[in-house]
């Protein structure tokens, strides 16, 4: 089935600098960039709602049922409405960190930094702290592990959220690099580090989270990979990539490996991307454009 644009976010309503994060929650997306903007966007990508969220780049965005976090490299995570963008809550300020990745999950928040520390919000308080020992680039959660990566290797350390107190132990490396995204619950992807080749890993510890396949992004020299996304549609596992080359590809998971779904160039260097409804796909990154792409 091929890959279509289908609308485009106009020139008016677009960020004025790279677009760094997509997050598609609840029937809403939500981008934020190095203009420090959050924006709120109707899923035909008509702007619904804009704050100036930091007076830095907003690197992440993740939610909980009611609330939108931001992450940014001035230090500090905020809270906002998710209807309105309406600012509740500046959840922490330390202007000797910059904050890279948020994920939430289960109740927990998870604040990646650029020291090598995961801090960890219950109930908007915070609960405990992880060292990874390398600045986290991405961040993923899938109970009871947390994933973090940079460069060089992924790395995954199991937590136990239960206590008064946070417990961790680091379990396993991953030679890799940013980005990293789950496919369902069974599946890890993330790039090789030479930044060409996407890596297809079991989620399962049983197995050791073996290596399942390793495939190059695509043809041309200029391939090094931005963005990730994993989604399960119904019974469907599939995985999305993009960067420097402006091509958004899809690929099927069949039979523990990956396999060719199709591609289409959205004219953009992709930063992020993030899927919505059922075969719906967002794509963002250079100079604040935001694209989606339907599979017919």
């Given amino acids: 089935m091929p890959l279509t644009v289908a609308c485009r976010a106009g020139d008016a309503d677009k960020h004025d600098k790279d677009v760094n994060a997509l997050l598609f929650h609840k029937g809403k997306l939500y981008s934020a960039g190095d203009d420090g903007k959050i924006k709120l966007w109707s899923l035909d990508l008509l702007k619904q709602a804009e704050v100036q969220g930091h007076v830095a780049p907003v690197y992440s965005l993740a939610a909980s049922d009611d609330t939108l976090y931001s992450s940014s490299s001035d230090g500090s995570i905020k809270l906002y409405d998710l209807?309105?963008?309406?600012?509740?809550?500046?959840?922490?300020?330390?202007?000797?960190?910059?904050?890279?990745?948020?994920?939430?999950?289960?109740?927990?928040?998870?604040?990646?930094?650029?020291?090598?520390?995961?801090?960890?919000?219950?109930?908007?308080?915070?609960?405990?702290?992880?060292?990874?020992?390398?600045?986290?680039?991405?961040?993923?959660?899938?109970?009871?592990?947390?994933?973090?990566?940079?460069?060089?290797?992924?790395?995954?350390?199991?937590?136990?959220?239960?206590?008064?107190?946070?417990?961790?132990?680091?379990?396993?490396?991953?030679?890799?690099?940013?980005?990293?995204?789950?496919?369902?619950?069974?599946?890890?992807?993330?790039?090789?580090?030479?930044?060409?080749?996407?890596?297809?890993?079991?989620?399962?510890?049983?197995?050791?989270?073996?290596?399942?396949?390793?495939?190059?992004?695509?043809?041309?020299?200029?391939?090094?990979?931005?963005?990730?996304?994993?989604?399960?549609?119904?019974?469907?596992?599939?995985?999305?990539s993009g960067g420097w080359d402006k091509i958004l590809r899809k690929w099927n998971v069949q039979n523990q490996s990956l396999a060719d779904g199709g591609s289409v160039d959205v004219d953009i260097v992709i930063n992020s991307i993030a899927t919505g409804d059922q075969d719906q796909i967002y794509a963002a990154g250079a100079d604040g454009h935001i694209v989606r792409v339907d599979v017919r």
């Avoid at 986290?136 to 009871?144: A, F, I, R, T, Y």
């Avoid at 390793?214 to 996304?229: E, F, Q, W, Y």
């Fill in 83 to 240: 209807n309105t963008l309406q600012l509740k809550q500046e959840l922490t300020k330390n202007e000797n960190v910059e904050y890279w990745r948020v994920r939430y999950f289960n109740g927990h928040l998870f604040v990646g930094d650029n020291e090598g520390n995961v801090s960890v919000y219950k109930n908007n308080a915070f609960y405990g702290l992880v060292n990874v020992a390398e600045p986290v680039k991405d961040l993923q959660v899938v109970e009871p592990y947390v994933l973090t990566v940079q460069d060089t290797d992924l790395v995954i350390t199991e937590v136990k959220l239960d206590g008064e107190k946070l417990q961790w132990n680091q379990d396993s490396n991953i030679p890799g690099r940013a980005p990293v995204t789950l496919i369902g619950s069974g599946y890890i992807a993330l790039i090789a580090r030479d930044g060409k080749e996407i890596l297809l890993h079991s989620a399962d510890k049983q197995t050791g989270f073996k290596e399942l396949t390793k495939i190059v992004h695509g043809s041309k020299d200029d391939r090094i990979i931005n963005a990730l996304a994993g989604v399960q549609w119904g019974n469907k596992l599939e995985l999305f």
